[in-house]
């Protein structure tokens, strides 16, 4: 669908893309910080917000917020600029130009020196479909999964900075849309394997569409790596006997998107190999709306969170992903190859020949990473593995087999460049210790882990080690209130379900809180108000509440410009209903954010958050 609107063959296009820009970009890779963030180091100079429950978006003194690119806005495409429609009349094909809806992980590409104008990237995670069309799902149509399709994957747009303050540039040569329905090609070595080929791709190597993505993260040569995460709610399966492998995945006789009613490659039980084309990492090359993008398989199948890239002092990239699923894993893969000099073309390999290893936690703190090779251990043809695709494909499978810890619920990783210390925030898991579940274990320790914790680890010798030692960097609670099992032990601000992790300017650690939206959710976490970002002082390990969204809406994806003047961030979901869909005749019974009209839609969007001084983010 998106192709519609992405004019490949256009040379004008082509030729503004292959300009000075792109290379300045390149050259601004990896990431440093400005030098004057250096000096602060572990001096956080912001005074601490107050939780909230209102329907607003709270910065501290001094500090301003921008909205930018809510759902429906259009991206910038030359020529294709549908406005935004209040009550969402918009089309299948007009929503495929415009910002698809819930906007999650974001990343901030710097376009020229000087950091005043760049790219930002961002997931589109799900759709709410009883705001997304005019009567909701009253009625249920082919034109709705289209546009349901059209809403979900990635947008890429330009900011640039006027007056010190973001502007959406439109239109714009980088301007691009994925969605559920763009070409997209599998790499590495699933591709073209007999359980990723289906009637519509016979060469297992083609496959439409990104959904259900989640973190993003950038990679030191210039793309962006995009989770795919509960990719197992848009499919059916009503085999029976159940298909086990389907079963494994949380793949059943139900689907929340709905899109096998009009589309029937979501239908399993008819194409039971889809679903394995989907829970991979995608790697895109936001520099170049005509690249296509492309599934890493060799870095395995979870419900993805998300994909982190850090390299060894060898060059070799080590990618950390996360599975964002009860009981289920936190996987590394180290590459064969190095990183070669000259950005997204020099390393259009990397990610596609190297091990992939997952995690086992040990008491007393040390543990190991357990390589997932074929031929190895259980990993065999007799226990189900015949050959690297099928371990890759069925990683959930493997990991059971090699007995991996189950944590809870891995969601965002940071790598903290200076002291090697890798974090991971493990947002709660309310099923440990229940009958028939997992109990606590070393690295999972509370039973009902409704509140979460982030964990750490330091490799043995390089990132590329195979044993590390660990320990918990805080687990998060209110230590004042509560069950005392959910108290935890923060320092500073209390806070529940860390999700987004990232380091900013003066190597500060950054998170946002998702504690949900449902009402079970929240009777534990309703003290802490609504989410959060918060800030960690890395000299003395306290949080600092930064900032607080509007009813139902979650922060993610937190990052920074190069210079660390400018946070962005994706306000996700605002006004979510508990019941997990809204009413079209009432859209504003929970928030009305951004737009604040009575009976307004809520919009997911990102915002810029900038100090009135211009200062840098967050430190004295
Ligand atoms: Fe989509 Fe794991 O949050
Ligand atoms: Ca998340
Ligand atoms: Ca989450
Ligand atoms: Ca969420």
Known sequence: ?????????????????????????????????????????????????????????????????????????????????????????????????????????????????????????????????????????????????????????????????????????????????????????????????????????????????????????????????????????????????????????????????????????????????EPNRFGWIVELDPQDPSSVPIKRTALGRACHEGGWVALTRAQRAVVYATEDAAFEYLYKFVSQGRMAPGGAAANRELLDKGTLYVAQFEPGGRGRWLPMVQGQGPLTAAQGFADTAEVLIKARQASDALGATRMDRPEWVAVDATSRWVYCSLTNNRERGRPGKPGPDAANPRAENHMGHIIRWREDGDLDGLAFEWEHFVLCGDPQQGQPHWQGNVRGDPFACPDSLAFGPGQVLWTCTDMGSGSTERDSTRAFGNNAVLACDPATGRFSRFMTGPVNAEFTGVCFAPDGKTLFVSVQHPGESPRGRNQPQQPDRYSRWPDQRPGARPRSAIVAVQRDDGGVIGLA
């Not at 180091?41 to 001094?62: H, I, M, N, R, Y």
């Not at 759709?127 to 546009?147: Q, S």
């Not at 973190?215 to 509960?230: D, Y």
Request: charge should be neutral.
């Open 1 to 273: 669908m998106s192709t519609r609107f992405l004019d490949l063959s256009d040379p004008a296009r082509r030729h503004v893309l292959r300009g000075s820009a792109a290379l300045a970009f390149t050259a601004a890779l990896p990431r440093a910080w400005g030098a004057d963030t250096a000096k602060h180091l572990g001096t956080l100079g912001f005074k601490p917000v107050p939780a909230s429950t209102a329907d607003t978006l709270q910065v501290p003194e001094g500090y301003r917020a921008t909205v930018l690119a809510p759902w429906g806005e259009p991206v910038g495409l030359p020529g294709q600029m549908p406005a935004w429609r209040d009550d969402a009349s918009q089309g299948a094909a007009e929503q495929a130009a415009q910002m698809g809806m819930h906007h999650d992980g974001l990343q901030f590409l710097p376009l020229g020196p000087g950091g005043q104008r760049g790219l930002l990237v961002v997931n589109h995670e799900y759709v709410d479909d009883g705001l997304l069309h005019t009567d909701g799902t009253e009625t249920w149509t082919a034109e709705k999964v289209l546009k349901s399709q059209a809403a979900h994957g990635l947008s890429v747009i330009e900011v640039a900075q006027h007056n010190r303050r973001w502007q959406h540039v439109r239109p714009s040569p980088y301007a691009r849309r994925v969605t559920a329905q763009t070409p997209m090609a599998l790499h590495g070595p699933a591709a073209g394997h007999r359980l990723m080929r289906t009637a519509a791709d016979p060469s297992g190597r083609r496959v439409l569409g990104t959904f259900n993505n989640c973190a993003l993260s950038l990679t030191p040569w210039g793309t962006v790596l995009s989770g795919e995460e509960n990719f197992d709610n848009y499919f059916v399966s009503q085999a029976d006997p159940p298909d086990l492998h389907h079963q494994r995945w949380g793949i059943g006789p139900r689907s929340w998107s709905r899109w096998h009613e009009f589309d029937e490659r979501f239908d399993a039980t008819r194409h039971p190999h």
